[in-house]
């Protein structure tokens, strides 16, 4: 079992940035790679960033590229997604997520995918 708790999400101007922090426990020694998804009122859950744990390979949605940097700190195994310029298309509940084996990383990753996930925290960006 892996446990992952979000946190840094609120309410921001648009343009402003926020930093979103997840923190993994327990069997984490699997850890492949780990994403940041988001769901949007009425909308489906999509994929923002993804890192590969070992190599640091990073992958990003064509919508935050250049707007949104996902890094993890192995050590104390956190994930974090720094996000500037935020627009209010931004606005969404933001998901940890975790993979225990081996996946080709891409902005095309599915929910499907994850092995685990956190509950999430909102990221609401006013206009």
């Known amino acids: 079992q892996v446990q992952l708790t979000e946190s840094g999400g609120g309410l921001v101007q648009a343009g402003g940035s926020l930093r979103l922090s997840c923190e993994a426990s327990g069997r984490t020694s699997n850890t492949y790679l780990m994403a940041w998804f988001r769901q949007a009122p009425g909308k489906e859950r999509e994929f923002v960033a993804g890192?590969?744990?070992?190599?640091?390979?990073?992958v990003y949605a064509e919508s935050v590229r250049a707007r949104f940097t996902i890094s993890r700190d192995k050590t104390r195994d956190m994930l974090y997604l720094q996000m500037n310029a935020l627009k209010a298309e931004d606005t969404a509940v933001y998901y940890c997520?975790?993979?225990?084996?081996?996946?080709?990383?891409?902005?095309?990753?599915?929910?499907?995918?994850?092995?685990?996930w956190g509950k999430g925290t909102l990221v609401t960006v006013s206009s």
């Open positions: 997520s975790t993979r225990l084996t081996i996946l080709y990383l891409s902005p095309d990753m599915s929910g499907r995918d994850v092995s685990y």
């Open positions: 890192i590969t744990w070992s190599g640091g390979q990073e």
